[in-house]
């Protein structure tokens, strides 16, 4: 069964940087569209930012604009996350998604596409 596994979170203070990553494993997902939600406690998942297949492509929310740097190396398989200058707003439990459909079309979450399981990050003030 193929699955999304993250890595990279945990604890860290305002300002820091961390970097997250999401290994596809059973299958690959080099031609989909890949991504990362977050979801604090209490407060519904939320799009954080995507990117295309080849990784030409990319989509911010505006909370992590200029922040946050999603890439993708399709040679070693390996979806990254880099978050720079983190704010406790930036707490949750973070997920990698991929899909067939395009990075745009990815912002909004669709039962067909697939799941990890998280990997938290809290930041502290």
């Known amino acids: 069964q193929a699955q999304l596994v993250e890595s990279g979170g945990g604890l860290v203070q305002a300002g820091d940087s961390l970097n997250l990553s999401c290994v596809p494993s059973?299958?690959?997902?080099?031609?989909?569209?890949m991504g990362w939600f977050r979801q604090a406690p209490g407060k519904e998942r939320e799009f954080v930012a995507t990117?295309?297949?080849?990784?030409?492509?990319?989509y911010y929310a505006d909370s992590v604009k200029g922040r946050f740097i999603i890439f993708r190396d399709n040679t070693k398989n390996t979806l990254t996350l880099q978050m720079n200058s983190l704010k406790p707003e930036d707490t949750g439990n973070y997920y990698c998604?991929?899909?067939?459909?395009?990075?745009?079309?990815?912002?909004?979450?669709?039962?067909?596409?697939?799941w990890g399981q998280g990997t938290q990050v809290t930041v502290s003030s």
């Open positions: 990117v295309s297949w080849d990784g030409d492509v990319k």
């Open positions: 998604v991929a899909s067939l459909r395009s990075s745009w079309a990815l912002r909004v979450m669709n039962p067909q596409d697939y």
């Open positions: 059973g299958r690959t997902f080099d031609r989909y569209a």
